[in-house]
Antibody, heavy 119, light 110 residues
Framework: EVQLVESGGGLVQPGGSLRLSCAAS????????MTWVRQAPGKGLEWVAN????????YYVDSVKGRFTISRDNAKNSLSLQMHSLRAEDTAVYYC????????????WGQGTTVTVSS | QSALTQPASVSGSPGQSITISCTGT?????????VSWYQQHPSKAPKLMIF???NRPSGVSNRFSGSKSGNTASLTVSGLQAEDEADYYC??????????FGGGTKLTVL
């Protein structure tokens, strides 16, 4: 079964750090771009970051540049999002998703992991 | 990186058709055929409905179709059914190498 499973969410104080992980199974992980998308409570979807198939290119939404780092380990079928200097506005459900390169086909999503930034 | 513009809500009766618009610029929607649409039911992960403007993934009903004219992409749902009631988001590649979602549209089936 093709599957993405996120983990690592939790409660963190403003200014703190958190590392999210996304475990992939059921497909050839290294042949897909990977994306993090977040959704603040009661709000819409927001694209956060993207990494290409071999990790050579990474892109971020302006609001997280310099604070978040997306990375992948193709040998371990794993995607990560390291988050530093967290703010209240980073509070959201974070989803990982796979995207076929050269396309807007983002067809497999995880169930999401919740990050709450609060004192 | 401004969100694409979608109507906040649309509605229709069962059996009718509705269209959701998604307006961007020549630097995103208008410049590339990399637009997709997602359906999201409450507390669920988004589901891909249309990719690359007009393509429908296997398993998605042919009642869903996509198109684009200039800087505006559209999702049409024909033969509305109760289970179509959900939030819908468009998604586009941008000239900066980044991606952007629309603000989302709540579809109500009356």
């Amino acid at each position: 079964e093709v599957q993405l499973v996120e983990s690592g969410g939790g409660l963190v104080q403003p200014g703190g750090s958190l590392r999210l992980s996304c475990a992939a199974s059921g497909f050839t992980f290294g042949t897909y771009c990977m994306t993090w998308v977040r959704q603040a409570p009661g709000k819409g979807l927001e694209w956060v970051a993207n990494i290409d198939e071999d990790g050579s290119r990474r892109y971020y939404v302006d609001s997280v540049k310099g604070r978040f780092t997306i990375s992948r380990d193709n040998a371990k079928n794993s995607l990560s999002l390291q988050m530093h200097s967290l703010r209240a506005e980073d509070t959201a459900v974070y989803y990982c998703a796979r995207r076929l390169g050269g396309s807007a086909l983002m067809d497999v999503w995880g169930q999401g992991t919740t990050v709450t930034v609060s004192s | 990186q401004s969100a694409l513009t979608q109507p906040a809500s649309v509605s229709g009766s069962p059996g009718q058709s509705i269209t959701i618009s998604c307006t961007g610029t020549s630097s995103d929607v208008g410049g590339y055929n990399y637009v997709s649409w997602y359906q999201q039911h409450p507390s669920k992960a988004p589901k891909l409905m249309i990719f690359d403007v007009t393509n429908r993934p296997s398993g998605v009903s042919n009642r869903f179709s996509g198109s684009k004219s200039g800087n505006t992409a559209s999702l049409t749902v024909s033969g509305l059914q109760a289970e179509d009631e959900a939030d819908y988001y468009c998604f586009s590649y941008t000239s900066s190498g980044t991606w952007v979602f629309g603000g989302g549209t709540k579809l109500t089936v009356l």
